[in-house]
């Protein structure tokens, strides 16, 4: 479902300590291009990213997941405990091929290892993200 | 494919090229001045005279994983086949000066062993370097940023001390990488940057009387480069660094130029596709160091006037689309260091783009510079490209564009200045955009990537799994330490060094003390956090 005449809100956050920036301002720099309007959260555990999300209205998460396996775990696990099933969360960083089937799992909706093109992550976020109209 | 479309040629960096060089491009080019020979100033060709004749460069690669037991497990690995001498790299938690159960690591318990091992106290020092005889290897003992160096540097001269090895036999160079923190990692965990500065400065006079053979910090235009600065802009990056410890050093008053600049020349660079770049790159910053220590502040000392370079191949330019291709771009990435006349030099594996490296592809690594120093005959003769019309135009035209740029961020600030500001950040920030608009119109080509692209991967590559206990471990050790240790010498010695981080003191004695008594990286990061306060990061992009 797309948004028409909204924009989108998206956080992006690391989930490890590691901080190393240049994938996630390259991927927020692109979809600012696009006209969305990205929030940079930094360094934030699971239950840091879950919080600043809905206290900030988020249509979309990207998490930056480095060796951050377990905290995308439970970010998933937050928002479904919570009820929480209209934002798009997505994933991006080194992760080998073998593990991509695992996020999918977790329910995380598009994942983008080194190497993605920035107008496929724009265009994945604006055909899949769920917040109806309003 | 195979036609060239891009009308326009230029460096990586964006220097316009012509079609071909002569004379006329080299006309000021005065030999005496500007070359001179070998191990002579301006020590453009390289600061020996012999180089590899007498001294082949350092294979010297990044290496770390899992708990101590795991790290020390690579360095052997690397060691028995080859290596020439060796790094620790440690986990984001002890490059923060975190102990394994501060509660920024429990909710990430996956950063702890992930591309290197916490490294907690003096015990994990001992259990990571058992059984490695650190009086005859080249080291670099996880001193890795600036808020951790102190403490790290201070475990690995006490477990010399430990085993009866002299300090004056320790060689070596920590890191406390100013770049890599602060421009590669900006967080609000870091300490604000000239409290960075100060840590740094009081390791340089701790070290410079005592351990003749240690460099006690290594600074690293790599991380500039990898966070997206080019190649002008990370040369001026890295003497803008340089100059803020100079003057820092300079302003305490307690010693002169030619005491300490020998333990600041060592310096790091990133070499990466633009192989010509690279070669003029490091052959202008020799050149430049000269100047600027001459020039700027009438060094003589020969020693003082030696830019010693290590390089490691750029990571960034690796693919995670048929990997294996990024063999190949390491064996070229290091035949341009091998042509530069590099002191040492490490060569990223090709999974590094998938994973942390398996030892199969760090055994590559090892096998590329190998091949290149055994067999290609390339360390034969000393700065073998020079005299070419194209060389010395480039390594020309590099050395005005990285004074201008240098200009650009002493009128901001500095160094320090720049960092704060976040303007290094914005300017890295650009670098990498522009660097992904480049592919992504097709304008820079990477192979597998934007062109020559295959549907199905024709190599599989099994990504590296660090060990995943390193945390029960590294836990199970730290609850172990707290029990044995004796807390009556513990607490006496953090308190000496708050007292000390608090006063214009030099902090090295009281790590030195802390470390002894088995005080843990975390009770001395907070005492540094307490202290100095944290990092107000500036709006990076």
């Given at each position: 479902m797309s948004v028409e005449g909204k924009r989108i809100k998206v956080l992006m956050a690391k989930a490890?300590?590691?901080?190393?920036?240049r994938g996630v301002a390259v991927v927020s720099t692109a979809l600012r291009d696009a006209g969305m309007e990205v929030i940079y959260g930094g360094e934030l555990g699971a239950s840091q990213i879950f919080q600043a999300a809905i206290q900030e209205d988020v249509d979309v998460i990207g998490i930056n997941i480095g060796a951050g396996y377990t905290v995308a775990q439970e970010v998933m696990q937050l928002l479904r405990e919570h009820g929480v099933n209209n934002i798009l969360v997505v994933a991006g960083g080194t992760i080998p091929p073998q593990d991509i089937p695992e996020f999918k799992q977790m329910g995380i909706a598009g994942v983008f290892p080194p190497g993605s093109k920035l107008d496929s992550i724009v265009k994945f976020i604006r055909e899949n993200v769920r917040t109806p109209l309003r | 494919m195979g036609e060239q479309t891009n009308d326009s040629f230029q460096t990586e960096s964006g220097i316009p090229l012509k079609k071909v060089y002569g004379p006329e491009d080299i006309a000021d080019l005065n030999y005496e001045r500007?070359?001179?020979?070998?191990?002579?100033?301006?020590?453009?060709?390289?600061?020996?005279?012999?180089m590899y004749r007498e001294r082949l460069w350092r294979i010297f690669q990044l290496s770390g994983t899992g708990a101590a037991e795991d790290e020390r497990e690579r360095i052997k690995y690397l060691l028995a086949h080859g290596e020439t001498g060796f790094i620790m790299e440690s986990d984001m938690s002890s490059w923060l000066s975190?102990?394994?159960?501060h509660p920024e690591v429990l909710c990430r318990k996956?950063?702890?062993?992930?591309?290197?091992?916490?490294?907690?106290?003096l015990r994990d020092y001992e259990i990571a370097l058992e059984g490695i005889p650190i009086e005859k290897l080249y080291c670099h003992?996880?001193?890795?940023?600036p808020i951790q160096s102190p403490f790290a540097s201070a475990c690995y001269f006490t477990l010399a001390e430990k085993r009866g090895i002299?300090?004056?036999?320790l060689s070596g160079t920590g890191e406390a990488g100013m770049m890599l923190q602060y421009l590669g990692h900006p967080s609000k965990?870091?300490?604000?940057p000239l409290h960075a500065v100060r840590l740094n400065c009081d390791l340089i006079e701790f070290c410079i009387t005592r351990l003749p053979?240690?460099?006690?910090l290594s600074i690293e235009g790599y991380n500039s480069r990898e966070t997206g600065i080019n190649a002008y802009q990370e040369l001026a990056m890295l003497l803008a660094n340089a100059i803020a410890y100079i003057d820092t050093l300079l302003s305490?008053?307690?010693?002169?130029?030619d005491d300490f600049a020998h333990a600041i020349a060592g310096v790091s660079f990133a070499l990466g596709r633009d192989f010509f770049e690279n070669i003029v790159q490091v052959r202008a910053a020799r050149r430049m160091w000269y100047r600027l220590l001459t020039e700027?502040?009438?060094?003589?000392?020969p020693r003082s006037l030696r830019l010693r370079i290590h390089s490691l191949t750029r990571?960034?330019?690796?693919?995670?689309?048929?990997?294996?291709?990024n063999i190949i771009r390491g064996t070229y990435h290091a035949l341009s260091a091998a042509l530069a006349g590099v002191q040492s030099l490490g060569v990223s594996p090709y999974d590094e783009a998938l994973s942390t490296p398996s030892e199969g592809a760090h055994v590559l690594s090892l096998r590329t510079q190998q091949i290149l120093q055994f067999?290609?005959?390339?360390?034969?003769?000393?700065?073998?490209?020079?005299?070419s019309y194209y060389v010395e135009w480039l390594t020309n035209e590099i050395e005005k564009q990285a004074w201008d740029y240098l200009k650009k961020i002493e009128e901001r600030g500095g160094y320090v200045g720049v960092l704060d500001s976040g303007w290094a950040h914005r300017e890295a920030a650009k670098g990498a955009m522009d660097w992904e608009k480049k592919t992504a119109s097709g304008e820079a080509k990477v192979v597998g990537v934007?062109?020559?692209?295959?549907?199905?991967?024709?190599h599989i590559v099994s990504p590296f799994r660090p060990n995943p206990k390193a945390w029960e471990i590294s836990m199970a050790r730290l609850e172990q330490l707290r029990r044995e240790r004796d807390s009556r010498k513990v607490e006496p010695a953090l308190d000496e060094l708050r007292r000390v981080a608090e006063s214009e003191g030099n902090v090295m004695p009281a790590v030195m003390n802390v470390v002894k008594a088995y005080g843990t990286i975390g009770e001395v990061g907070e005492i540094w956090r307490e202290s100095f306060g944290t990092w107000n990061v500036p709006t990076l992009f």
């Open positions: 490890s300590l590691d901080g190393h920036w | 500007d070359l001179g020979l070998p191990g002579e100033a301006p020590y453009t060709r390289g600061v020996y005279p012999n975190y102990d394994v159960d996956g950063d702890v062993g992930f591309f290197g091992a916490p490294l907690n106290s003992p996880s001193a890795i940023t002299p300090w004056s036999q965990h870091l300490l604000p053979k240690w460099v006690p305490r008053g307690r010693l002169g130029i700027r502040y009438g060094a003589q000392n990571g960034s330019d690796w693919t995670y689309e048929q990997p294996l291709n067999e290609s005959n390339v360390a034969s003769v000393v700065d073998p490209l020079a005299g934007n062109c020559f692209c295959m549907d199905e991967e024709p």
